[in-house]
């Protein structure tokens, strides 16, 4: 019970999360102390406002990436900084400024996250540069501050890569790993008893979508890496080999699915299933210690008992095969068989990514096959993309209309209130705005409650605490804190950050209370105007994309099991374009579930076709799960089938199914059509062995989902 808190502590404290919040306290903080030393605290403050503006690009991905952001961040901060200071007299050329960086600094958006940021950070120095008018002499140094700041910031964040150029790619694979075992967690519940299965499958929809996230963010930080791709040295083929694996491991997880309903109903009463829900969260229990291994350097270890647990099984299922046509159907011992084969290669899989973490080994991995470039997308910069976006039809543009008009009428509100810091409400405006009405929801509500509690514990810490030296210790602490939380959870991270920011105005001999209660005020203002904008300036709704996701799922759907039938069907099938395959499911099932999600925290007026859509989830989840099961019969159980022509017919009535299915949605049926079901004309069973019963009730299987996905495409009109 302790060593679980202990652990999941140790695990946050060597993560990224933290690292990143150390660095960019370090990076803030330093600045201003140092000036403060010399009796120069408001030139250090204007330097640490750089370095904090500049440190919103410095998100995890591969350093070059993170340099000419930064690098191109500091530049457009001098600018835009000597821009508003020359500008900020006049509230007429302040309001057009408004207008027009927020449209053009969103429009960022169609260039991706990173690019985002740097727009993010423009419009932080925009905001905090409003109400400061100064002479023009003081502007031009007021900018060169600010860019000395962000330089400084650019150079601690390169100097500390350099000093440890694996560390960030290690903590990225460590998380990943981390979620595949809760998803393996999430897979063993389905084997408890009186299990909640549509809870239980929301989990595992969710839990699939933060797997590819965090994939996701690997592949950007080991295949971009130059230093990793070129794999010079044993440290960079041993984490592109340790992530592949774990690929072709979270592929077995997937494939792992069954009717869990007929398998409680035929063996709850010997309680065999407990067993199998013991020893998957043993695995889990397993890739958490290889994730904490990345971290800390240590040796993983398998789970203790673990292989004991899969030789009693082995010995349960053995005994239920005696008892085969008596008591229990042969297909139900056929699937806890192939459960606990896939358990075994699962972990043989762990066992020989834990070989890796030993140094002898280590020296010993080769250079592997994988074509890196192919396993990750480049965004280029280029102005036709923008000048395509140039409409309203794109979600981006409507985005960036709608952050200008809202940014313009917070401007005029804070002009209007008699607030010292009424740039709160264009700063609340800013980080809450996102481009779709359910992203900018659930910012709107992690603000409000992360700045009213934090505020009321930084007045109450304030109230009882007078020590300087122990609030600067604190401050330091909150600090941290807060962007530790940043990129993890978003309300934990306000909540510290509103009373860090109140004590360091009370160090700066500012009304705290005072303080406190303008920033609730000035918040709840700004989140009013953001929420409001995002339901009635050309909103961006989710049911708007829903048939484009639909058909790129069951594209991928197609694709993947186009390449898993030529494993079968064809020699000498090449396994890049398999691993491509499989790839795109996983980002299109995210994205399809991630999408879904999103459309509950729409108003019931928006929210289109939510049952067939939650069918047409489960069903391609399903259809995911049974290819994959069906690759792995013959790339890891080596499965062997005599009759691979009379399947032949089944393949292609199931591609056949996929692709009108796809035409469905795109030409809206309006008669349902008759397309039958292609059905084996079986010899007796004792002709054909285990496996090929397995095989052949695969494709099956594999063809009736997919025939369930085409009769549901005929129902929906979007």
Same mark, same amino acid.
């Given at each position: 019970?302790?060593?679980r808190?202990?652990?999941?502590?140790?695990d946050?404290?060597?993560?990224?999360?933290?690292?990143?919040?150390?660095?960019?306290?370090?990076?803030?903080l330093?600045p201003?102390?140092?000036?403060?030393h010399?009796g120069?605290?408001?030139?250090?403050?204007?330097?640490?406002?750089?370095?904090?503006c500049?440190?919103?690009?410095?998100?995890?991905?591969p350093?070059?990436?993170?340099?000419?952001?930064?690098?191109?961040?500091?530049?457009?901060?001098?600018?835009?900084?000597?821009?508003?200071?020359l500008?900020n007299?006049? &509230?007429?050329?302040?309001?057009?400024?408004?207008?027009?960086?927020?449209?053009?600094f969103s429009m960022?958006?169609?260039?991706?996250?990173?690019?985002?940021?740097?727009g993010?950070?423009?419009?932080l120095?925009?905001?905090?540069?409003? &109400?400061?008018?100064r002479?023009?002499?003081?502007?031009?140094?007021?900018?060169?501050?600010?860019?000395?700041?962000?330089?400084?910031?650019?150079s601690?964040?390169?100097?500390?890569?350099?000093?440890?150029?694996?560390?960030?790619?290690?903590?990225?694979?460590?998380?990943?790993?981390?979620?595949?075992?809760?998803?393996?967690?999430?897979?063993?519940?389905?084997?408890?008893?009186?299990?909640?299965?549509?809870?239980?499958?929301?989990?595992?929809?969710?839990?699939?979508?933060?797997?590819?996230?965090?994939?996701?963010?690997?592949?950007?930080?080991?295949?971009k890496?130059?230093?990793?791709?070129?794999?010079?040295?044993?440290?960079?083929?041993?984490?592109?080999?340790?992530?592949?694996?774990?690929?072709?491991?979270?592929?077995?997880?997937?494939?792992?699915?069954?009717?869990?309903?007929?398998?409680h109903?035929?063996?709850?009463?010997?309680?065999i299933?407990?067993?199998?829900?013991?020893?998957?969260?043993k695995?889990?229990?397993?890739?958490?210690?290889?994730?904490?291994?990345?971290?800390?350097?240590g040796?993983?270890?398998?789970?203790?008992?673990?292989?004991n647990?899969?030789?009693?099984?082995?010995?349960?299922?053995?005994?239920?095969?005696?008892?085969?046509?008596?008591?229990y159907?042969?297909?139900?011992?056929?699937?806890?068989?192939?459960?606990?084969?896939?358990?075994?290669?699962?972990?043989g899989?762990?066992?020989?990514?834990?070989?890796?973490?030993n140094?002898k080994?280590?020296?010993?991995?080769k250079?592997?096959?994988?074509?890196?470039?192919?396993f990750?997308?480049?965004?280029?910069?280029?102005?036709?993309?923008?000048?395509?976006?140039l409409t309203?039809?794109?979600?981006?543009?409507?985005?960036?209309v709608?952050?200008?008009?809202?940014?313009?009428i917070?401007?005029?509100?804070?002009?209007?209130?008699?607030?010292?810091h009424?740039?709160?409400?264009? !700063?609340?405006?800013?980080?809450?705005?996102?481009?779709?009405?359910s992203?900018t929801?659930?910012?709107?509500?992690?603000?409000?409650?992360?700045?009213?509690?934090?505020?009321?514990?930084?007045?109450?810490?304030?109230?009882?605490?007078?020590?300087?030296?122990? !609030?600067?210790?604190?401050?330091?602490?909150?600090m941290?804190?807060?962007?530790?939380?940043?990129?993890k959870?978003y309300?934990?991270?306000?909540?510290f950050?509103?009373?860090?920011?109140?004590?360091?105005?009370?160090?700066?001999?500012?009304?705290?209370?005072s303080i406190?209660?303008?920033?609730?005020?000035?918040?709840?203002?700004?989140?009013?105007?953001?929420?409001?904008?995002?339901?009635s300036?050309?909103p961006?709704?989710?049911?708007?994309?829903?048939?484009?996701?639909?058909? &790129?799922?069951?594209?991928?759907?197609?694709y993947?099991?186009?390449?898993?039938?030529? !494993?079968?069907f064809e020699?000498?099938?090449?396994?890049?374009?398999?691993?491509?395959?499989?790839?795109?499911?996983?980002?299109?099932?995210?994205?399809?579930?991630?999408?879904?999600?999103?459309?509950?925290?729409?108003?019931?007026?928006?929210?289109?076709?939510?049952?067939e859509?939650h069918?047409?989830?489960?069903?391609?989840?399903? !259809?995911?799960?049974?290819?994959?099961?069906?690759?792995?019969?013959?790339?890891?159980h080596h499965?062997i089938?005599?009759?691979?022509q009379?399947?032949?017919p089944?393949?292609?009535?199931?591609?056949?199914?996929?692709e009108?299915?796809?035409?469905?949605?795109?030409?809206?049926?309006?008669?349902p059509?008759?397309?039958?079901?292609?059905r084996l004309?079986?010899?007796?069973?004792?002709?054909?062995?285990d496996?090929?019963?397995?095989?052949?009730?695969?494709f099956?299987?594999?063809q009736?989902?997919s025939?369930?996905?085409?009769?549901?495409?005929?129902?929906?009109?979007?």
């Amino acid at each position: 019970m302790l060593q679980r808190p202990i652990r999941d502590t140790q695990d946050f404290l060597l993560s990224n999360y933290f690292a990143e919040g150390l660095r960019i306290s370090f990076g803030v903080l330093c600045p201003s102390l140092i000036m403060a030393h010399f009796g120069m605290l408001q030139y250090g403050m204007t330097l640490s406002l750089g370095a904090l503006c500049v440190s919103i690009v410095d998100s995890p991905g591969p350093i070059h990436h993170r340099r000419n952001a930064m690098l191109v961040t500091t530049a457009l901060l001098f600018l835009v900084s000597i821009i508003v200071g020359l500008t900020n007299k006049s &509230d007429v050329f302040t309001g057009i400024m408004v207008v027009v960086f927020s449209f053009v600094f969103s429009m960022l958006f169609l260039y991706g996250n990173r690019a985002a940021s740097i727009g993010t950070s423009v419009l932080l120095i925009m905001i905090l540069s409003i &109400d400061d008018v100064r002479p023009w002499q003081e502007v031009i140094f007021y900018s060169i501050l600010v860019f000395i700041g962000s330089i400084w910031y650019t150079s601690l964040s390169y100097i500390i890569y350099r000093l440890r150029p694996y560390r960030l790619a290690q903590q990225t694979l460590s998380d990943s790993i981390h979620e595949i075992a809760d998803f393996l967690r999430a897979k063993a519940k389905f084997y408890s008893h009186n299990t909640d299965y549509e809870k239980n499958y929301a989990d595992l929809l969710q839990l699939q979508v933060d797997v590819h996230q965090k994939q996701d963010e690997v592949r950007e930080v080991l295949f971009k890496t130059r230093e990793i791709v070129r794999e010079s040295t044993p440290q960079g083929r041993f984490l592109l080999i340790v992530f592949t694996d774990t690929v072709d491991l979270f592929e077995q997880v997937m494939s792992t699915y069954y009717n869990y309903k007929q398998l409680h109903k035929q063996f709850d009463s010997i309680g065999i299933l407990s067993h199998y829900e013991e020893a998957i969260n043993k695995i889990a229990d397993s890739l958490d210690d290889i994730a904490f291994a990345l971290k800390s350097g240590g040796i993983p270890t398998l789970a203790e008992n673990l292989e004991n647990d899969l030789l009693k099984l082995r010995q349960e299922i053995s005994d239920l095969e005696q008892q085969k046509g008596e008591t229990y159907n042969t297909l139900g011992i056929i699937a806890l068989r192939n459960i606990e084969v896939n358990i075994e290669n699962i972990v043989g899989r762990i066992k020989t990514i834990n070989q890796y973490f030993n140094k002898k080994e280590k020296r010993k991995i080769k250079k592997g096959d994988v074509d890196v470039a192919k396993f990750v997308t480049s965004q280029e910069i280029n102005i036709k993309l923008l000048l395509d976006n140039l409409t309203f039809k794109s979600s981006t543009f409507r985005h960036s209309v709608r952050v200008a008009i809202v940014m313009f009428i917070g401007f005029v509100v804070a002009r209007s209130l008699d607030f010292a810091h009424s740039y709160w409400i264009l !700063l609340t405006i800013l980080v809450i705005s996102k481009p779709g009405f359910s992203l900018t929801k659930e910012r709107n509500y992690h603000r409000i409650i992360g700045t009213i509690v934090g505020a009321f514990i930084g007045m109450a810490i304030l109230h009882y605490v007078h020590d300087k030296n122990t !609030l600067f210790i604190i401050l330091i602490l909150f600090m941290i804190a807060g962007y530790s939380f940043q990129r993890k959870n978003y309300v934990v991270s306000v909540l510290f950050m509103t009373p860090y920011i109140l004590i360091i105005f009370e160090f700066l001999g500012m009304g705290t209370m005072s303080i406190a209660r303008e920033r609730i005020y000035d918040t709840l203002i700004g989140s009013g105007i953001a929420l409001l904008a995002s339901y009635s300036l050309f909103p961006n709704w989710e049911h708007e994309k829903v048939k484009e996701a639909m058909v &790129d799922m069951i594209n991928a759907n197609k694709y993947y099991f186009a390449e898993v039938i030529k !494993l079968y069907f064809e020699n000498g099938s090449d396994l890049t374009s398999y691993k491509l395959a499989r790839k795109e499911v996983f980002v299109k099932s995210s994205n399809l579930a991630s999408l879904f999600q999103r459309m509950f925290s729409e108003p019931k007026s928006k929210q289109v076709h939510m049952q067939e859509l939650h069918q047409f989830t489960v069903l391609n989840h399903l !259809l995911s799960s049974y290819v994959a099961s069906l690759s792995l019969y013959i790339k890891e159980h080596h499965f062997i089938c005599t009759n691979y022509q009379e399947i032949r017919p089944i393949a292609e009535n199931t591609t056949y199914l996929l692709e009108n299915a796809s035409e469905n949605l795109h030409k809206q049926v309006v008669e349902p059509s008759n397309v039958p079901l292609i059905r084996l004309k079986k010899p007796p069973e004792p002709q054909l062995s285990d496996t090929a019963i397995v095989i052949e009730e695969q494709f099956d299987l594999i063809q009736k989902v997919s025939y369930d996905i085409f009769k549901l495409t005929e129902k929906i009109k979007i």
